[in-house]
């Protein structure tokens, strides 16, 4: 072989395997890209049945709950779930890039502060008073002068304001019925089953029960708007194969 064949040999098999050292370290940053995702933080609050802490298991459960862990689980996503407030997980959601919240309802106010993956469950808002109102109250048009309560950062308290209700708010949904309870509020507005668990949990049948419910509404997980849609995507497909296989229709029947 001449020297000049050779070296272009040589040079074609250094170039050569310069392109394979390329594409491999290619694969591997890319590779360790899709493994270093970051964890996504979901935030909920207490709101019966749809997100709740179980006493025996001490993981967040519920309607809404479990099928947010399974399409998480199902994403191959890494998340973390907390309770707390609710005001404090909408802000959360709402400020942090890496942060989801549920169970929430969408709005045109809202809309664009969140990328949404949904609907995951249905709710339905009800009324609550003393018990000589039951029977006598059965619509919002009864109570428009009545001082009604509920926890602050709602969609709710957007939805009784625009209409003109008296509104006093609390940071649990709790104070709210005590204080009708005792007299301060004429009325407590928050879901039906979250109410009816309130009065239950804290023996105030006597004092306070469901009137009637005004309104229902499809709840979501939202996500921070600067989320990458890539993300979004994927568990927006994970809820639909939820959807498909029946998971979703049996998780909604434990409950």
Known sequence: ???????????????????LIAIFFGFTVNSWAQNQRPTIQITT???????????????ISGKAADKVHEIFKRSQISYRMQIMSWNRA?????????????STSRSGEREPLFQWIGPIAVGHWAMFGSPDKLGKIAKLEDIKQSRIGTQFGTIGV???????????????????????????LDYATTGDYHGRKIIKDNQLGDKVVWLFNFNTTNYYLACNAQMPTEI?????????ELKTDGTFEKIDNRY
């Open 1 to 19: 072989m001449c020297i000049e064949k050779y070296l272009q040999t040589k040079s074609y098999k250094i170039l050569l395997g310069i392109g």
């Open 232 to 240: 979004i995507s994927t568990l927006n497909t994970s809820l639909r």
């Open 90 to 102: 909408f802000e959360l959601a709402r400020s942090n890039a890496d942060t989801c919240v549920f």
């Open 158 to 184: 957007a939805y009784l304001k625009e209409r003109h209700f008296q509104v006093v708010t609390s940071t649990e949904s709790i104070t709210t019925f005590k204080n009708v309870a005792v007299g301060r």
């Open 45 to 59: 609050e207490f709101n019966y049945p749809y997100n709740f802490l179980d006493k025996d298991t001490g993981a």
